[in-house]
Every structure is written in structure tokens, then in C-alpha cells.
């Protein structure tokens, strides 16, 4: 077999191989794909908070000098709904949740805080479990990458980081994120002990990172309606909201 050949056959090999990778990683991620229609979840849905202010940013720590208004980090409503034994939780907002890395932009982040347990002194500032959805980019490549974590049984600690490292952890499913203006998240509500009709503390926000600034942008959803209004040991945006 002369070179030609062996060159013709090693690229075909590597042709194949990457196809057969692709295929593999595209599996690897539907997974964690919610399998329903878009339809099909907005009949699901049943409790809708639209965010009422903006001004969030100006209330945080590690923001620019000026607030910088980000709408793919900007919340308009979020929307829950129960079936089978999972709680959905929709995102929406101002703008789609970018496909390509835009300058200063490393990281978004969408996250829902809850107290699960009704105990302010339990978990880290009072919330024992987390759900999150992530997108960030490599700092070498700009190559994408989509997350999306339950984090649970977070122990009582006041370091961020420890209490969310040290936590129980698993994927959950979602629907939608880069490319559109909204995000699904699917949660087993068994693991949180969630049931329909309990009242829970939430914290729900979405911020962009950049390498000068934790909070580049920083969005939490607003509602006098929900508004938490006691003494607990929770963040200043927080909500109180029943599970439908």
C-alpha cells in the first residue's frame, strides 16, 4: 500500500472518528434535554411573577462603576408549574442568552435559591438547596459550554464556596437557553422534599460575569405580590412563593 493510500485511509479514519465523537457528545447532552414540547410545558405552568424593577445592580457587590444593562441577564417573568413529580421553573428575558461569547462576557448564570426546610438557619444564608443553569466559554477557544446543577443538602456554613462544594449534587434537565430568550428547568421534587402547596423563601437571579467584575450585570426577580416580608436569614430580593 503506497503513502497516498495509507494517507487517504488515515483521514477517512479520523473523519469517522469525529463523527462517531460529535454523535456521542450530542447524545451525552439531549440527556439532559426536557423531552416536551414547548406547548406542553407552558400548559404545565401555572404561577407567573413578572419582575416589576431593574435596579438591582446598583444593590450588589462587585459591579461596575456605572450599572450595565445586559439583556440576556435582564428577567422579565418566571413562571413554575408541577407534574409527575417534577417542578418546573421558566426563566424568561429581555434578550436571547448568547450562542457566541460577547466581550467582556465569560459567564452567565441563572439560579434559583430556596429554603426548602422553612429553617432561616439551616444551609448557607438560610437557603439549603440551589438549582442553576450556566453558560461560559473557554478563555482559549471561546468554545461553549451549557450546565445545569441541583445542588441539595447544603450544609451550614457561611463560605459560599464550601457550602456549595461540600453539597450533594446532581444534572437536571432543561429546555431552551443559548439562542433563545428563556430557559426550562426540571426538578424531582422528591430529593427536595418539595411538595404542591408549600410555601417556600426563594432567591431567584441572573448575572453576567466578566474577568474585571463578578456581577458584569445583575438581574433579580422582583415582586411586591411575593415579596418576603419577614425576619429570616435571607437575601434582601428574596420572594415567599407556593409550589403550584
Known amino acids: 500500500m503506497n503513502k497516498k493510500i495509507l494517507a487517504t485511509v488515515f483521514l477517512v479514519l479520523i473523519v469517522v472518528v469525529g463523527i462517531y465523537a460529535a454523535r456521542m457528545f450530542s447524545a451525552s447532552q439531549n440527556k439532559y434535554i426536557i423531552p416536551l414540547s414547548d406547548e406542553e410545558i407552558e400548559n404545565i405552568l401555572t404561577l407567573h411573577i413578572i419582575d416589576e424593577t431593574d435596579e438591582e445592580a446598583t444593590q450588589v457587590e462587585d459591579t461596575p462603576p456605572e450599572p450595565v444593562n445586559y439583556p ?3 428577567i422579565t417573568k418566571v413562571s413554575f408549574g408541577t407534574d409527575q413529580g417534577y417542578l ?6 429581555l434578550g436571547e442568552i448568547p450562542v457566541k461569547k ?9 439560579c434559583i435559591l430556596m429554603d426548602t426546610d422553612g429553617n432561616d438557619s439551616a444551609g448557607w ?3 439549603d438547596a440551589l438549582v442553576g443553569f450556566y453558560v461560559f466559554w473557554s478563555s482559549l477557544t471561546d468554545e461553549q ?8 443538602n447544603v450544609r451550614s456554613v457561611t463560605d ?14 432543561y429546555k431552551g437557553g443559548p439562542g433563545t430568550n428563556y430557559v426550562v428547568l426540571r426538578v424531582p421534587m422528591d430529593i427536595l422534599g418539595l411538595q404542591s402547596g408549600q410555601q417556600i423563601i426563594v432567591d431567584i437571579h441572573a448575572e453576567a460575569e466578566s474577568k474585571t467584575y463578578h456581577h458584569y450585570a445583575f ?8 415579596e418576603y ?3 429570616g436569614n435571607y437575601f434582601w430580593h428574596s420572594l415567599q412563593i407556593p409550589i403550584p
Not at 102 to 110: A, F, G, H, Q, S
Not at 160 to 166: G, K, L, N
Open 102 to 110: 460577547e466581550d467582556p462576557v465569560t459567564k452567565i448564570t441563572v
Open 88 to 93: 418546573y421553573i421558566k426563566f424568561e428575558f
Open 145 to 152: 459550554h451549557v450546565d445545569a446543577i441541583m445542588k441539595y
Open 219 to 226: 438581574d433579580a426577580l422582583r415582586s411586591s405580590l411575593y
Open 229 to 231: 416580608v419577614g425576619s
Open 125 to 127: 444564608c438560610g437557603y
Open 160 to 173: 459560599e464556596e464550601e457550602a456549595f462544594r461540600t453539597a450533594d449534587q446532581m444534572p437536571v434537565e
Open 72 to 74: 440576556p441577564v435582564n
